[in-house]
């Protein structure tokens, strides 16, 4: 079974500064996508970012990145020049690559930017 | 084109009644899932369907089923609530079977007392 491990249930970050959270994880298979879900306090998940696990280059979209380290099973997000609407609960996220749309999330960990 | 819809957006039950939620994916997605949300155990899989099939069940009693239907819209029902039900449920719609990404609806926040 897979399991999704997130350390930090909160944390607190100025504005403009550089966050990064982290999560690890735990699977057999060779073959899977790995998530960033953001939810606002409005309650709407939304996909931040994705990786293929497949794909050895860190993907980026705009101030956000991701450490994603295979061998160790790790998958950290960074998010650059912080803003106020950065501020949500940040889900760590598993799905395996068969067609299986499954999603096993971490715990998360909420994230406060402060002005 | 329209999100994810859930309804009703509150709901508050007490113990022993059954409640159903109301799913509407984005038009044209096909795959429905559906998760429990709670403070103590983060977010749970509660099951997945494709095609009006149940292609995938999370570890539930049997007191939460769900069903698809034809124009890919889904509803969960919980019989016998129980305290331990309320909860957020969210829903997440794809396109086809292991399209990665999955757009949320806003939730269904159910308070059973």
């Known amino acids: 079974a897979q399991t999704v491990t997130q350390s930090q249930p909160e944390m607190s970050v100025q504005e403009a500064e550089t966050v990064t959270l982290s999560c690890t994880y735990d699977t057999s298979e060779n073959n899977y996508y790995l998530f960033w879900y953001k939810q606002p306090p409005s309650r709407q998940m939304i996909l931040v970012i994705r990786?293929?696990?497949?794909?050895?280059q860190n993907a980026t979209e705009n101030r956000f990145s991701v450490n994603f380290q295979k061998a160790a099973k790790s998958f950290s997000l960074k998010i650059s020049d912080s803003q106020l609407g950065d501020t949500a609960m940040y889900f760590c996220?598993?799905?395996?690559?068969?067609?299986?749309?499954?999603?096993?999330f971490g715990k998360g960990t909420r994230l406060h930017i402060l002005p | 084109k329209a999100g994810v819809t859930q309804t009703p957006r509150y709901l508050i039950k007490t113990r022993g009644q059954q409640v159903t939620l109301s799913c509407s994916p984005i038009s044209g997605h096909r795959s429905v899932s559906w998760y429990q949300q709670t403070p103590g155990q983060g977010l749970q899989f509660l099951f997945e369907y494709f095609s009006e099939t149940q292609r995938n069940k999370g570890n539930f009693p049997g007191r939460f089923s769900g069903r698809q239907f034809s124009n890919s819209r889904s509803e969960m029902n919980v019989s016998t609530l129980e305290l331990g039900d309320s909860a957020l449920y969210l829903c997440?719609?794809?396109?086809?079977?292991?399209?990665?990404?999955?757009?949320f609806g806003p939730g269904t926040r159910l308070t059973v007392t």
């Open positions: 997440a719609s794809t396109f086809d079977q292991g399209a990665y990404e999955q757009y």
């Open positions: 996220a598993f799905m395996k690559h068969d067609g299986d749309d499954k999603i096993i």
């Open positions: 990786q293929e696990a497949y794909k050895q």
